[in-house]
């Protein structure tokens, strides 16, 4: 599989980041209380694909339930443009929707049900491996 070079970030331009990942991208849509809120698509990819470029310094972290997933949002325009999910700590999930769309050639959505959480998890855990 052929990985390109993503860029991303967040609504002010405080947060910017790269991702590697297909131009031909698989992203999930979970139907938990913050994702179905915020209309999050993730695009879960290991740690080493994805670089923060700027903005460490304007985000803000925000935890909850579990404690497990690390939610950051820049504290300028409080977009949430990735963060470290708790089904997949050793990666990043990336937002689909922060990404600049010139690099990405198509967006398949796959349901994450919540509801049914161990299954989802087990399906999509191998994501964030190398």
């Known amino acids: ?4 070079t ?9 947060v910017a980041f790269e ?10 849509d979970c139907n938990c209380s913050i994702c179905r809120m915020s209309a999050y698509q993730h695009l879960i ?4 694909r994805f670089r923060l470029l700027k903005g460490a310094e304007s985000l803000s972290e925000y935890r909850f339930n579990t404690g497990t ?4 949002f820049c504290r300028h325009c409080g977009v949430k443009s990735f963060y470290v999910p708790r089904s997949n700590p050793d990666g990043y999930s990336v937002n ?3 990404l600049d769309p010139s690099t990405i ?3 398949e959505v796959e349901l994450f049900d919540d509801r049914d959480r161990a299954a989802a998890e087990a399906r999509i855990r191998s994501l964030s491996r190398p």
Do not use: D, F, N, Y
Request: hydrophobic share 40%.
């Open 105 to 107: 050639e198509h967006i």
């Open 96 to 98: 689909a929707r922060c």
């Open 69 to 72: 997933a690390r939610h950051l």
């Open 19 to 28: 991702v590697e990942a297909p131009a031909r991208l698989t992203v999930s």
């Open 1 to 4: 599989m052929k990985l390109v």
């Open 45 to 48: 990819v290991p740690r080493a």
């Open 6 to 14: 993503h860029r991303g970030g967040c609504h002010c331009g405080a």
